[in-house]
């Protein structure tokens, strides 16, 4: 009788120390996500952020307490804002920002568990596009030339602007910062269509001038060509003009050469052809020359 008392008294104390064991286990560890990290206060005030994943350990209520905050990335869309660019043209601008939580003590202690992060992002954004549009003019954002335009360069501004701060005042990284959305008042349209219709007219009048110039050079080429083309036909018909009268010359010589009395009437001749034309009448002697060699005696 009495061993069974002990067996169940035993088993009583082992299970109330487990029990114990659980209870303490349950307010003092504490289980870190992936993506996540706890941060513990100490009566109220940050004492140290776990960060890494896996089991961590904290002194149990209302001594030590455990906040969980989300370290993944995420986006904030500001509202539009109105604001004037270098040349005073008023735009409407809207930003997103991709920022994530850099040192959670930091963030706790400047903007509690995140609800307030969202309001001072928009501000601080807000001021950075001010800032940043102000130095550059509105064809930098809207133009159809696109040698103008500098988004690129205008979001790489933004986010230097708005990162240091973001960083050192609310523990916040901001990893990108994009212009969503551009617009413009309405009073403002028309000028901004007058300035591309200007800018349209600049460059139909430049490729005209393009245009004019290479087909002058072009006809300049052409005749060019066709003067040496010419040259070359006219020096190659003295060349072969010049062969003829010499191969002639050569053959009259050696018909004189042969035969001069007919040489010389055939020269005789061709003189009187070139001479004598349709509409020319001639009374000449039988016994003058040409034809006083038709007359002579064998």
């Not at 104390?13 to 487990?18: I, K, L, P, R, S």
């Not at 349950?26 to 952020?49: C, N």
């Not at 920002?97 to 963030?107: E, S």
């Amino acid at each position: 009788m009495g061993e069974s008392v002990n067996v169940q008294a035993r088993l009583r104390a082992a299970v109330g120390a487990v029990a114990v064991i659980a209870i303490l286990f349950q307010a003092m560890a504490v289980v870190v996500p992936e993506g996540q990290a706890v941060l513990v206060t100490r009566f109220g005030r940050p004492l140290r952020a776990a960060t890494s994943s896996g089991l961590h350990w904290k002194l149990p209520w209302p001594i030590d307490q455990a906040v969980t905050l989300d370290m993944r990335r995420r986006i904030y869309e500001t509202g539009h804002t109105e604001m004037l660019t270098r040349d005073k043209k008023n735009v409407i601008a809207r930003t997103f920002v991709v920022w994530r939580i850099a040192d959670p003590i930091l963030f706790v202690q400047s903007l509690g568990t995140g609800s307030g992060a969202d309001g001072k992002l928009d501000g601080l954004l807000t001021n950075a596009a001010i800032g940043t549009l102000g130095g550059h003019d509105l064809s930098a954002l809207v133009s159809t030339n696109p040698g103008d335009l500098q988004v690129d360069q205008i979001e790489k501004e933004l986010l230097a602007s708005a990162q240091s701060t973001a960083r050192q005042n609310y523990g916040v990284a901001l990893d990108q910062v994009r212009l969503e959305r551009i617009a413009l008042p309405e009073e403002n349209v028309m000028a901004v269509l007058q300035q591309m219709r200007a800018e349209r007219r600049q460059f139909a009048a430049k490729y005209d001038a393009e245009g004019e110039r290479e087909a002058s050079r072009i006809r300049s080429e052409a005749d060019l060509e066709a003067a040496r083309i010419v040259a070359k036909g006219a020096e190659e018909e003295a060349r072969i003009r010049g062969a003829s009268s010499a191969q002639v010359a050569k053959i009259y010589a050696t018909a004189h050469r042969v035969n001069p009395e007919l040489y010389k009437f055939t020269r005789s001749l061709e003189s009187l052809d070139r001479l004598v034309t349709s509409s020319t009448s001639l009374i000449l002697r039988t016994d003058s020359e040409p034809f006083s060699v038709l007359q002579q005696k064998p």
